[in-house]
């Protein structure tokens, strides 16, 4: 059995990420939620594009005010107000303030702001009293230009867009996203005892949830998630199935049929079809029977039939593949956290063991946050519990236990 850290480090390096010009295409920008940024982004505007106020208050000159204090007040007139989204048509003068709001655009003479619970109107004048200096020049004035100057690179390729780098890109006036097209990957079930979920469930069968599971997290990953159905342990069937996979997908993951069984002939068709088989087995629990082939640059993902199986072993190898294929220039692993649980874990230490569960960061008081694996964990064909869970515990290999409030890594899984 090769060890887990072999197995990615293998499958990640097979893993061809998107580059070239050929791979971009344009997208709107309200559609570009979720993709990847395929080259980068400039924009001709500075950030911020003026000098405007980062608070209600008044516009002033620093050196009139740098000395007021109670027992020397300064006392400005009020040339006028400068509402948001106007340009400034005074010119403060000597001995002037100027009401101005926040985002509202300097005006010509003043450089510093001052804010308006720090100020005294007196009543009945058009007269400002300060009682108390600002602490510098400039205080409470964004610069133009201060966060980004123009030309200079806005966002980077292999970004996944998400609200954030939208409103960057809104407000940038960029409205045709170059992002990298998305990666084809074909889902593909084995086993004459599978059904659809909208046939009839006869005694033996049993319902094909991983089809399912796979495309939607494939669809939840950006990926264009082809389901390629349910194919019966016949070896001409299954042959002919996973020839046409090849042809046509970038990716093929396919669960069920690689284990040791009588029908399980996946690995045998791989080679005959041509692959060069690169991981046969896997020291993790649940999971060890994963096969992955390449075709070239196409990956083959054989997982396990075993739904708790086929969902451990997609997070933990084939997704941070499919992160890299998709053309993201980084952060492709899983996420990992530390954590303590309540009661003591145990395995076999014979592999890597993963128990599903829940990662509560609800306690801040708590130096690291707490896992409380579900009942049944541990039994690769209990989906049930699985659902609910947001991460996975890891016993090491050739340890049996973490005990009580012992540290523990946890791998986070996706939203």
């Not at 407000?171 to 059904?195: D, H, W």
């Not at 294929?325 to 954590?339: E, F, I, L, N």
């Amino acid at each position: 059995m090769m060890p887990v850290d072999t197995a990615e480090s293998i499958i990640l390096s097979y893993a061809r990420s998107l580059s070239s010009a050929q791979d971009l295409e344009y997208v709107p920008l309200m559609q570009a939620i979720g993709r990847v940024l395929g080259r980068a982004v400039e924009s001709v505007l500075d950030f911020p594009h003026w000098d405007n106020s980062a608070m209600d208050g008044y516009a002033v000159r620093f050196q009139e005010v740098e000395h007021a204090s109670p027992a020397s007040p300064v006392v400005l007139r009020i040339a006028g107000d400068i509402p948001a989204g106007s340009v400034p048509t005074l010119a403060l003068a000597p001995g002037e303030a100027a009401r101005i709001l926040t985002g509202s655009m300097m005006p010509i003479g003043a450089d510093t702001v001052v804010m308006q619970e720090k100020t005294e109107r007196i009543v009945g004048s058009d007269q400002l009293r300060l009682t108390e200096a600002p602490p510098e020049l400039g205080h409470f004035v964004r610069h133009r230009g201060r966060f980004y100057t123009a030309g200079d690179r806005l966002l980077s390729p292999g970004l996944v867009l998400g609200g954030a780098e939208l409103a960057v890109l809104a407000a940038a006036q960029i409205l045709s996203v170059p992002v990298f097209r998305r990666v084809r990957v074909g889902v593909l079930s084995t086993g004459n005892e599978l059904i659809q979920p909208h046939e009839t469930l006869r005694p033996g069968q049993i319902v094909d949830s991983n089809q399912v599971a796979l495309v939607a997290l494939l669809q939840q990953a950006g990926v264009e998630a082809v389901a390629l159905g349910q194919v019966q342990d016949d070896r001409k069937m299954l042959k002919s199935a996973m020839k046409k996979a090849i042809e046509q997908c970038e990716v093929v993951i396919s669960s069920g049929g690689v284990s040791v069984g009588d029908y399980d002939y996946v690995e045998d068709l791989l080679e005959e079809l041509g692959g060069t088989i690169q991981v046969r087995s896997i020291a993790i629990k649940p999971g060890k029977p994963l096969t992955f082939a390449t075709f070239g640059q196409t990956l083959y993902f054989g997982l396990p039939g075993n739904p708790v199986s086929a969902l451990v072993t997609f997070w933990r190898f084939v997704l941070p593949a499919i992160k890299k294929c998709s053309g993201q220039s980084s952060d492709w692993g899983p996420h990992w956290t530390r954590a303590t649980s309540p009661i003591a874990l145990t395995a076999d230490g014979r592999r890597e063991s993963y128990l599903w569960g829940i990662l509560d960061r609800s306690n801040y008081a708590e130096p690291v946050p707490t896992f409380r694996v579900a009942a049944g964990s541990g039994s690769s064909g209990n989906l049930i519990n699985l659902a609910g869970s947001n991460a996975l515990a890891v016993i090491p290999i050739g340890t049996q236990s973490i005990e009580a409030g012992d540290p523990l890594q946890v791998m986070v899984l996706p939203d």
